[in-house]
C-alpha cells in the first residue's frame, strides 16, 4: 500500500476488532500498520433501508392529507449481536432491566415499533488491556478534565421520568468521544445541565460523564 492511500486508510478507520485491539493497548499505534482492517477488513455495517412514512396531524390523531416522507432506517445483522459492557454493580439485576427495554423500543422512535432488541447472555469477557499501561483509553463519553488526546462532540440530552413533556432538552456540553485517552483515570463528574428554564422551581438536572477505562501504552 503506498504512503498516501496507507494515510488516508489510518485517517477514516474507526473500528477494529478485539484482537487488533489488544495490539495496538500493548504496541501503541503502531501496531495499526500491519493490521487487516488497514486493508478493509472491518466490521460488517448495519443495512440501510427506506421506510415511507405519512405526517400525524397532532389535533386528530389521524393522517394528515398530502404529506409522506420516506425515512432511512439501520438494520443490523441478526447472526452479529451487539455486545454491551457494563462498569460497576448496579444495584438492580441489568439482564432484566435491558430485557424490559428491548420489550419496550429503544429511542425516540420506539413509538413507531422500532429499537427493538432481545437480550442473551450474560457471557464472562475480558476485555485486553496493556500489562504496563502509561494512559488509559474510555470505551464511554468523559470529562473534559484531564484529557490527553481526545476528540470533542456536543451533546444535549432529553429530560426523562416526571418532567416528560416540559422543557425537553437540558443544557447542552461538550463531552470527549469513546476512544479519547487519558493519563489518569478520572473520577466521575456530575455535570449541571439544567435547562435555563428549569423544569420545576428549585429543581436542578445533572449528566454523570464517568468513563470506562482500559489501561493502553502510548
Wanted: overall charge neutral.
Amino acid at each position: 500500500m503506498e504512503e498516501t492511500e496507507k494515510r488516508k486508510a489510518l485517517k477514516n478507520l474507526r473500528l477494529v476488532s478485539l484482537e487488533t485491539f489488544a495490539r495496538l493497548a500493548e504496541e501503541g499505534e503502531g501496531a495499526l500498520l500491519t493490521a487487516p482492517e488497514l486493508s478493509g477488513k472491518t466490521p460488517p455495517e448495519p443495512k440501510r433501508l427506506r421506510r415511507s412514512r405519512v405526517g400525524i396531524d397532532r389535533a386528530t390523531g389521524a393522517a394528515r392529507k398530502g404529506i409522506l416522507f420516506a425515512e432511512e432506517l439501520l438494520f443490523p445483522d441478526p447472526q452479529t449481536p451487539y455486545v454491551l459492557y457494563l462498569l460497576g454493580d448496579p444495584p438492580f439485576d441489568p439482564k432484566e432491566a435491558l430485557a424490559f427495554v428491548g420489550e419496550m423500543g429503544y429511542g425516540g422512535k420506539a413509538s413507531v415499533g422500532l429499537g427493538r432488541f432481545r437480550v442473551e447472555g450474560p457471557f464472562p469477557c475480558e476485555l485486553p488491556e496493556a500489562k504496563t499501561p502509561t494512559a488509559h483509553m474510555t470505551l464511554a463519553p468523559g470529562p473534559l478534565e484531564g484529557a490527553l488526546y481526545y476528540e470533542l462532540e456536543p451533546y444535549w440530552g432529553r429530560l426523562g421520568g416526571g418532567y416528560v413533556g416540559a422543557t425537553p432538552f437540558k443544557r447542552p456540553h461538550l463531552r470527549t468521544r469513546e476512544g479519547s485517552l487519558y493519563r489518569e483515570v478520572p473520577g466521575p463528574l456530575a455535570l449541571d445541565v439544567t435547562p435555563l428554564e428549569p423544569p420545576e422551581e428549585g429543581v436542578r438536572v445533572y449528566e454523570l460523564l464517568q468513563v470506562f477505562p482500559l489501561g493502553v501504552r502510548v
